[in-house]
T-cell receptor, first 109, second 115 residues
Framework: GQNIDQPTEMTATEGAIVQINCTYQ??????LFWYQQHAGEAPTFLSY??LDGLEEKGRFSSFLSRSKGYSYLLLKELQMKDSASYLC??????????WGAGTKLIIKP | ETGVTQTPRHLVMGMTNKKSLKCEQH?????MYWYKQSAKKPLELMFV???????ENNSVPSRFSPECPNSSHLFLHLHTLQPEDSALYLC??????????????FGAGSRLTVL
């Protein structure tokens, strides 16, 4: 079966760096997405990786290794507003999105 | 108004009621989706409507009935629901349904409670 694994919850300190991991087993691969979802709000798109390597976008970076079925989202200079759930999703060979259960990130002052 | 708008934001209904959730997108997208989000579970795709196809998740009970009158509007009709159907129902849209970099734009969701 198809599966996405990510930690349920993580805690980090304001100003620090945190890495949220995502591992996947899917039928084929057409890209990996990260979304951010604040409590009570819509998920919003953060990044898309289809080739191996690191994509940087401001304080956020996303890494992909297709051979290892692994990705991470790196958040630098953490701010209180980064407290949210982070959703990892993989598009399989049928262009279906397979979702992880999300990682709730708690930022402490 | 821009983006994806869902109404109502909150809905409480009894098991014998009939209600509908509404979604509207102002992005010119060609695909619309209904997702179910339950606590600590992955997003569950319920239905997809696009120019290319209509896709239904076969595990979705028949008490959920979608309607897509045009590319900008999507409804989810609800009848004789069960308490386990209580969840956040998210609508989303995208340019197309079958492309790699298919970024979804989500609405804020309709929080459904079934008593």
């Amino acid at each position: 079966g198809q599966n996405i694994d990510q930690p349920t919850e993580m805690t980090a300190t304001e100003g620090a760096i945190v890495q949220i991991n995502c591992t996947y087993q899917t039928s084929g691969f057409n890209g990996l997405f990260w979304y951010q979802q604040h409590a009570g709000e819509a998920p919003t798109f953060l990044s898309y990786n289809v080739l191996d390597g690191l994509e940087e976008k401001g304080r956020f970076s996303s890494f992909l290794s297709r051979s290892k079925g692994y990705s991470y989202l790196l958040l630098k200079e953490l701010q209180m507003k980064d407290s949210a759930s982070y959703l990892c999703a993989v598009m399989d060979s049928n262009y279906q999105l397979i979702w992880g259960a999300g990682t709730k990130l708690i930022i402490k002052p | 108004e821009t983006g994806v708008t869902q109404t109502p934001r909150h809905l409480v209904m009894g098991m014998t009621n009939k209600k509908s959730l509404k979604c509207e997108q102002h992005l010119g997208h060609n695909a619309m989706y209904w997702y179910k989000q339950s606590a600590k579970k992955p997003l569950e795709l319920m239905f997809v409507y696009s120019l290319e196809e209509r896709v239904e998740n076969n595990s979705v009970p028949s008490r959920f009935s979608p309607e897509c009158p045009n590319s900008s509007h999507l409804f989810l009709h609800l009848h004789t629901l069960q308490p386990e159907d209580s969840a956040l129902y998210l609508c989303a849209s995208s340019q197309g349904a079958r492309s790699g970099a298919n970024v979804l734009t989500f609405g804020a969701g309709s929080r459904l409670t079934v008593l």
